[in-house]
């Protein structure tokens, strides 16, 4: 069994630090932008090698000058490039 993209956005979405060095100011992600594709994938007897990208929106909090909160979140596209190793044996996943 190797890993899909849901899996892939689960696992992101459940540790979002291997977005955070993407991002190029607040760090905070908007969990319902991340879209996955995965670029590469080289699979042997006991490992698959993932290369994914990772489209997100960062979450930058700015001016409610007109006293309207909608206008105080902007949004700005994101993406990272991340390695995945999966381990068919131990059903483990790692990045990098």
């Known amino acids: 069994m190797t890993p899909n993209k849901e899996n892939l956005k689960s696992l992101i979405l459940n540790d979002k630090s291997l977005l955070v060095k993407c991002c190029k100011h607040s760090g905070d992600i908007d969990d ?21 990208g990772v489209f997100f929106r960062e979450v930058l909090a700015g001016c409610a000058c007109s ?30």
């Open 32 to 52: 319902n932008s991340i879209d996955i594709v995965i670029l590469s994938s080289i699979e042997t007897e006991q490992i698959t090698q993932l290369k994914i």
């Open 67 to 96: 006293d309207d909160p909608s206008q105080a979140i902007i949004y700005e596209n994101g993406y990272c490039e991340l390695d995945a190793e999966f381990n068919k044996m131990t059903t483990l996943i790692s990045f990098s």
